[in-house]
């Protein structure tokens, strides 16, 4: 798969995750700062904290720890199945 193909369907699981409910067309500037997180995450637990902090600037809401670990572990398994293939 193409990297912008990962890239979309990355932002298609962000986007449905719509983590305050507002719809999923409502997120601007997340999913792209989302996904720049993930590529400089280390481990899920860190991107998870990235992804708690990226909607608490934006929303000035607290998402709970265990919704942020759930979204980042999806998107660090497409991350890495990617990255293996050559």
Request: charged share 25%; hydrophobic share 40%.
């Amino acid at each position: 798969m193409k990297d912008s193909q990962v890239v979309e369907e990355m932002i298609q699981i962000i986007k449905a995750w719509d983590p305050f409910q507002y719809g999923e067309d409502f997120y601007e500037t997340e999913p792209a700062d989302v996904i720049s997180a993930l590529y400089d995450a280390e481990d899920p637990l860190s991107f998870a904290k990235d992804i708690q902090a990226i909607y608490h600037h934006s929303f000035d809401q607290l998402l709970p720890m265990e919704s942020c670990q759930h979204i980042a572990n999806q998107l660090f398994v497409i991350r890495e199945g990617n990255s293996c293939s050559l």
